[in-house]
């Protein structure tokens, strides 16, 4: 769900994924949304179906899991405010779902809402103090709103844990 980072602009290279997308349970509409989202070269139509798959789910009792699925959905089509109604929903059902916040946490900073990013992205970090994606987009944000001694300690968190990824140390070094 890197769809929105804005990182890769400036690298051409993902990010570390330690988020990745959990099938809901086994309900009508959640599988087949996930397989038509998930395969490659996937165009508008077949995001469409997708959504409307996830929202089948999502109706058929897939709870946080298949909210967030859609959103996921959503975040592809460019339809930004239904993944965020989607995604806060999910933190109403699972308030410590550290993909929900995350991705939420990427919608913001791309709606260059940087206070309600730092919030997400500190409490998925709150939950999971070792992922290496909110701190680097922390680390990001506190750069871009020159915080740059707390940009540097999120992202040399990151390199040291994934000390390949250039981007961080791109960005760390301009804190």
């Not at 077949?46 to 298949?66: E, I, M, N, R, Y």
Request: hydrophobic fraction near 45%.
């Amino acid at each position: 769900m890197k769809t929105l980072l804005l990182l890769a602009a400036l690298s051409g290279m993902p990010p570390p994924a330690s988020h990745p997308l959990a099938a809901p349970p086994d309900i009508s509409g959640c599988r087949e949304a996930v397989q038509l989202s998930s395969q490659n070269g996937a165009g508008p139509d077949q995001f469409k179906q997708a959504l409307d798959a996830a929202s089948a789910c999502v109706t058929a009792g897939g709870g946080a899991d298949a909210l967030i699925l859609r959103a996921d959905i959503e975040q592809r089509l460019a339809q930004p405010d239904a993944a965020i109604a989607d995604l806060t929903r999910a933190l109403e059902e699972q308030p410590f779902a550290v993909l929900a916040r995350f991705d939420r946490g990427l919608i913001y900073m791309g709606q260059l809402k940087y206070d309600l990013a730092l919030t997400d992205f500190t409490a998925a970090i709150e939950v999971n103090p070792n992922d290496a994606d909110s701190l680097f987009e922390r680390g990001w944000i506190y750069q871009l709103t020159g915080k740059y001694e707390l940009a540097a300690s999120d992202l040399t968190r990151v390199t040291v844990r994934y000390p390949e990824y250039a981007p961080a140390f791109r960005i760390r070094g301009l804190s």
